[in-house]
């Protein structure tokens, strides 16, 4: 009865390393499993199974203790089949379901604030004029795999691509049509 292969992660929208704020995902599959509960303390965020059926997976956030007391839970449909697909089904093409959570952290602590400054900083090419971010850190060894970083993942080329920038330029745009 193990007719698909899947995966489920949490990971962040550009690939940035997630442990920074993130200190372990529980994720809770369906009662069939074997060991339905899993618990992963580091990056990547992300458990692979295979099975026959589509189910709710439960994703338990729990932060860093000066990030958040409280976990954040979370709730993804495992979908095996496309949904508008016409024709035959094919094997060569993966389902990919990906939903994009934003967490805001209000008040943050200094110690979380000073950490997450301190993180190597992504660079976005195209900001509007009058944006900027902060200069990039040098990454010591840029040849190795930063923790956290799906960029290579076997799955890679089907994940989507957050960008900060372009949701800067969508606004941009639309706050000057409506002017």
């Not at 992963?40 to 997976?57: K, R």
């Not at 060894?141 to 970083?149: H, I, N, P, V």
């Amino acid at each position: 009865y193990q007719s698909h292969k899947w995966a489920v992660y949490v990971r962040g929208a550009t690939n940035e390393d997630i442990s920074v704020v993130v200190k372990k995902v529980v994720f809770q599959l369906h009662s069939s499993f074997n060991n339905p509960t899993r618990v992963i303390e580091e990056p990547p965020f992300e458990v692979s199974e295979s099975g026959w059926g589509e189910f709710e997976i439960a994703m338990t956030l729990h932060f860093h203790s000066d990030v958040c007391d409280k976990p954040l839970s979370l709730y993804h449909h495992l979908k095996l089949y496309p949904e508008d697909e016409s024709g035959p089904l094919t094997m060569k093409k993966p389902v990919v379901v990906e939903s994009y959570d934003e967490i805001v952290f209000p008040d943050p602590s200094e110690s979380f604030l000073s950490r997450v400054q301190n993180h190597p900083a992504l660079t976005f090419p195209r900001l509007p004029s009058g944006y900027n971010l902060p200069a990039p850190m040098q990454v010591e060894d840029t040849g190795k795999k930063k923790r956290g970083d799906t960029k290579d993942h076997s799955l890679g080329q089907w994940f989507m691509s957050f960008s900060e920038a372009d949701e800067l330029l969508q606004l941009a745009a639309a706050r000057q049509q409506v002017t």
